[in-house]
């Protein structure tokens, strides 16, 4: 794997980083995990030596004893971080996610109840109604891959 | 009468209401979703009744030329999905009572995170099974808005 795979950002691409490596990738069951994700659970993997390439995150203290960072811009979560330990970042904020499968589910305790059937949902077939929808799309997410604008750091 | 529900992000800037029943709850792997909720997909429900903000409001990104994305600016909570001015779908997990809202469809399946065929096989570990996690645990003071409405509530952090 190339360290050059190892970046990622926000939606709007207003904050970019880039990892020297990755640790653990864990999905976390937690309730303010699930609320900091508006989601079932937190996707979080160890980065090791991460550097911000373009912006930094806007930091909430989520409780007394670690931070959560987002895009003050467009909101995406991307970083937790307990005091005293490595960064963990958001899964799903790095350019290529499908490199941190996560291996371990912490505080299974928080699980929930429909979460052993979230790989068996019935799928949504798109609808020729909708086509012209999907057609029109034209996206303002930032691309999977680090980008130069001017006041970039290296 | 119908069952409402209520809501909203980690600090508790943000609250709404919304009257059930639940329209539609789903989860999308697509990769605009993924990358906007930091995730391995998006799960939203929506509502035939009018979302209401009991306080505060969502600050809008408009992550394409036909839809606005709405999160708290002070903690990034990712709340709300909405085409046009349309009525916004409400990310499931900023619901306060969570187990409630239940997806029944996926969208975008071609876009799959890989771990997602496997999640419920992932290994298991409780959190506090390590003595430093047991003294973190033990002095741990959330400031996360709790799973109800407030009357008086001061975002903190």
């Known amino acids: 794997m190339s360290q050059n795979e190892l970046t990622g950002g926000c939606q709007c691409g207003a904050v970019r980083f880039r990892a020297e490596s990755l640790g653990r990738p864990s ?128 | 009468m119908s069952e409402s529900f209520s809501g909203g992000c980690q600090c508790g800037a943000v609250r709404f209401r919304v009257e059930g029943p639940v329209n539609h709850a789903s989860i999308c792997n697509c990769r605009m979703c993924q990358k906007a909720f930091g995730n391995l997909m998006a799960p939203f429900a929506s509502f035939k009744a009018p979302v209401e903000w009991t306080r505060g409001r969502p600050t809008l990104f408009r992550s394409s030329q036909a839809v606005q994305r709405g999160f708290c600016n002070k903690c990034g909570t990712p709340l709300t999905y909405q085409v046009g001015e349309g009525n916004p779908a409400l990310a499931i997990g900023a619901f306060d009572r969570v187990n409630d809202i239940v997806p029944t469809i996926e969208f975008a399946r071609e876009n799959r995170h890989p771990v997602l065929d496997n999640l419920d096989g992932l290994i298991p570990e409780d959190l506090g099974s390590t003595d430093e996690e047991r003294n973190m645990l033990a002095i741990l003071r959330s400031f996360q808005h709790p799973d109800r409405d407030t009357d008086n509530w001061q975002p903190q952090g």
């Open chain 1, 27 to 154: 999905i976390c069951h937690c309730r303010m995990c699930q609320k900091a994700f508006g989601s079932f659970f937190g996707p979080l993997v160890t980065g090791h030596g991460v550097v911000w390439t373009r912006g930094q995150p806007k930091l909430f203290r989520s409780s007394n004893l670690a931070n959560r960072g987002f895009c003050a811009d467009c909101g995406t979560p991307l970083t937790y971080q307990a005091d005293g330990h490595e960064l963990e970042l958001a899964i799903g904020a790095l350019d290529h996610p499908e490199l941190a499968a996560p291996t371990i589910q912490v505080n299974p305790a928080d699980r929930l109840p429909y979460f052993e059937g979230l790989a068996n949902l019935p799928m949504q077939q798109r609808s020729a109604e909708r086509e012209p929808f999907y057609a029109a799309v034209v996206s303002y997410q930032h691309p999977d891959h680090d980008t130069t604008r001017s006041g970039d750091s290296a």
